[in-house]
């Protein structure tokens, strides 16, 4: 773990975590009985609501000849096949009616599943549980052992707040999405701006992480000074001399969440990077407080035209990233500024050990770390 530098996985095959849940559409992209489609971990899905408002997920393809379910017809409780217009009910896939079978047939309907997935809607999105046997491409009826862990979601404090979303696809690899975004030594470099900071305003910082289920935190301090959130709690009349405390989360298989509060007033965040495929994902933050919420017409534009212009930065460098890559370059992490990524990858693969022997995780992190770098 502590040599200076250690190869970066440039896997062609990806390896993804399996038996979580990762949001897989925007809840705004379906409408009354629409079906929209999505693509989640090379898996393309069809996903809707049923007329009593549950979401459902289904591999977007018929199990009787693979056409895509989403061009068929949803009445809000049946999906009908386009092509022979067998009938499925999409929260578990079973089979309701194959219109081409005579009373003298014998095939058993209720046997036959298209394949569909846990599907919950959180915060604005809808969350899809793909569990393992999805990684072998099993089709039908999805078996889940145990109970399903909760749907992660914005960590919120009050009954009153504002929520708002921003999203950017990267063309890379999961990997290299997560591992880009919890990187502190390229901000000084990416996220130039008269507003925030310059490449001069880089200095030494230290902070302590701790070991947490499945991830690892940074621990409870005092945010910088020049961070947005900072500057917001204090306009928002956090009370002079009250604390201002961050809390800063990573938590597999894609979570990072961030809290920033001070008394009453809170802001926190949720950021996934999620694989699309196995040289794309996409990053969506949501982003919620109850700071300034009488103002949210004029706060709420400002606030997404930063945070937009901050998620275009890192895109194009990921999208220049990925130019390099393309001739599979021995990369390099360095301690300290590369260490939440080492962690990420030997969380990584102790969670794939786990799933494997079916033990306990065992965390990388043996205890707290205090990490040192200039940013
Ligand atoms: S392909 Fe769907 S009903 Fe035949
Ligand atoms: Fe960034």
């Known amino acids: 773990m502590n040599d200076a530098a250690q190869p ?15 949001p897989a559409l925007r809840s705004n992209r379906v409408r009354d009985a629409g079906l929209a489609r999505a693509m989640l971990m090379g898996l393309p899905l069809v996903i809707g609501r049923k007329r009593d408002g549950a979401a459902f997920a289904m591999r977007d393809s018929c199990p009787h000849r693979g056409i895509p379910l989403s061009y068929g017809q949803f009445d809000g409780a049946e999906l009908e096949c386009c092509y022979h217009g067998w009938r499925f009910e999409p929260s578990g896939g079973q089979c ?3 219109p081409s079978l005579t009373s003298a047939d014998k095939l058993k309907v209720d046997r036959i599943y298209a394949t569909s997935f846990p599907c919950a809607e959180r915060d604005g999105f809808f969350w899809v549980f793909l569990p393992r046997s999805a990684a072998q491409g099993a089709a039908g009826q999805m078996r889940i052992e145990g109970a399903l862990p909760a749907v992660p979601e914005v960590p919120k404090f009050s009954e009153k707040y504002v929520l708002t979303h921003l999203d ?18 390229h901000g000084p470099f990416v996220h130039q701006s008269w507003w925030w900071r310059s490449r001069h305003s880089i200095h030494e910082k230290e902070k ?9 935190r940074m621990s409870a301090h005092a945010p910088s000074s020049n961070s947005a959130p900072y500057r917001l709690m204090r306009l928002a009349g956090a009370k002079a001399g009250a604390t201002v405390e961050t809390t800063i989360d990573f938590v597999l298989p894609n979570l990072r969440y961030e809290v920033v509060r001070s008394g009453e007033a809170w802001f926190s965040t949720l950021t996934t990077v999620t694989p699309v495929t196995a040289s794309e ?6 982003a919620a407080w109850n700071l300034f919420r009488w103002a949210t017409p004029l706060v709420l534009p400002i606030g997404r035209y930063f ?25 390099m992490l360095i301690d300290d500024a590369d260490r939440p990524a080492k962690w990420y990858f030997a969380l990584k693969q102790a969670c794939f050990e786990a799933q494997r022997t ?14 040192r770098w200039r940013s």
């Open 208 to 216: 302590k992480f701790e070991p947490i289920a499945n991830g690892f």
């Open 358 to 371: 079916g033990t306990a995780l065992r965390h990388p992190m043996e205890g707290p770390v205090t990490l």
């Open 281 to 286: 994902c996409r990053v969506d933050v949501r």
């Open 307 to 331: 945070g937009k212009k901050f998620l275009r930065q890192d895109q194009l460098t990921m999208e220049r990233q990925a130019e390099g890559l393309k001739s599979n370059p021995n990369l």
């Open 168 to 185: 950017a696809r990267l063309p890379c690899s999961v990997d290299h999405g997560i591992i880009g975004l919890m990187d502190p030594a």
């Open 96 to 98: 309701q009616a194959i």
């Open 8 to 22: 970066v996985p440039q896997k062609v095959e990806p390896e993804w975590l399996y038996d979580f849940w990762y």
